[in-house]
């Protein structure tokens, strides 16, 4: 298949008559629906023949994101349709799963919205969590403000060759394989795909997917349970670093990264509850702080430790996802003594939190 469209493509570079040009793009777009099918075809049987395994390894979830959303650009543009995405700060850096298989998954997606968007928009969310025994996960959410699903298709969406209407692989073209393969993929992370969709006002696809954060300054692909088993400085224990942050995840990653690195740690998930644990105990040396928190955020918080003679010279850095719009200024306005952004990379959380401690050990 992939020589046929080879050679149609060397044909078509050459001296052609308009009519014969036709017929070759004719025939040239003939052949890649042919191989999308085929390809298609292929996933699914695999799946359903059980013969599709999934990797666990460490990658770049913005990355493949940015990737995807490349591929997409030319057919929004063609539909006069803007494309964006966003990632959360608080999603990590690294997480663990199938990269492949979550590519396809957010290239089906994309792709659907954009297929059924006229001059419009379609917006691609990241985000990530923590919820009782399920672990980590990530979530993509892809809402587009296209044509729309009627309610009566709306169950039938993710089965195989099943398109809302018989007409619309003739006017989007489409296997109608490509959601069937995705949700199949999303249940085999053990994960969830749900649709939400108004006729004329447009779709949300939103998939969930179980998997786990990869903490490693190196970038050797150890997980997280590996770190925590790594032998940690014993004469760190002694020091005590206050993390403040009310997400879940961006709390596992940092308190994870101190950890292994020996230092003792407690967790506060707002500005109130820091306060509390500071007034119990007069034993810390750092405090890491998020910025936007529930109840006191990062910056009221900070200005009321400042203003109490007993916290005077203890150092609070922010974690601050906005470093880049004055964030910052706000922070050291605070009182705060420096920043690091989200999300957080483990080795440079180290190195400051490190060069802080340093400090602070070296006038003790
Ligand atoms: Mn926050």
Redesign the pocket.
């Known amino acids: 298949m992939n020589g046929i469209i080879g050679m149609l493509d060397l044909l078509l570079e050459g001296e052609l008559a308009p009519e014969q040009a036709e017929q070759l793009q004719t025939a040239q777009s003939c052949a890649y629906s042919l191989l999308t099918l085929l390809n298609d075809l292929l996933d699914l049987s695999k799946i359903e023949a059980g013969k599709m395994t999934l990797e666990k390894i460490p990658f770049d979830i913005r990355g493949t994101l940015d990737e995807c959303m490349k591929a997409h650009y030319p057919r929004a543009a063609q539909n006069r349709t803007a494309l964006r995405s966003e990632v959360s700060p608080?999603v990590p850096e690294q997480v663990v799963g199938d990269p492949l298989r979550i590519r396809q998954i957010l290239s089906n997606l994309i792709s659907n919205a954009v297929k059924f968007t006229q001059a419009g928009t379609v917006d691609v969310l990241v985000d990530s969590g923590f919820s009782g025994q399920a672990g980590f996960w990530l979530q993509f959410k892809v809402e587009d403000s296209g044509t729309g699903i009627p309610a009566d298709k709306l169950a039938l969406i993710f089965d195989k060759f099943t398109q809302a209407d018989g007409s619309v692989s003739r006017k989007y073209g489409g296997t109608g394989l490509g959601l069937a393969i995705t949700r199949k993929l999303v249940e085999m992370h053990g994960g969830e795909i749900y649709v939400k969709s108004e006729v004329g006002r447009g779709t949300t696809f939103v998939a969930k997917l179980p998997c786990d954060i990869a903490i490693d300054e190196q970038g050797d692909g150890r997980s997280i349970e590996r770190l925590a088993a790594a032998p940690a400085d014993a004469t760190l224990s002694l020091i005590r670093i206050l993390v403040v942050?009310?997400?879940q995840v961006?709390q596992k990653v940092v308190t994870t990264v101190l950890r292994k690195r020996g230092y003792s740690i407690e967790v506060a998930s707002d500005g109130t509850e820091a306060l509390a644990k500071l007034e119990k105990s007069t034993g810390f040396d750092l405090i890491l702080m998020?910025?936007?928190?529930p109840v006191l955020d990062g910056l009221e918080a900070t200005r009321l430790i400042r203003k109490d003679p007993r916290w005077k010279g203890l150092p609070i850095v922010a974690m601050t996802a906005h470093a880049m719009s004055g964030d910052m200024e706000r922070c050291l306005e605070a009182g705060m003594n420096g920043y690091i952004s989200k999300p957080v990379h483990p080795s440079q959380l180290l190195e400051t939190v490190d060069g802080y401690l340093h400090r602070s050990l070296v006038h003790r």
């Open positions: 608080d942050e009310d997400n961006n998020d910025v936007q928190m």
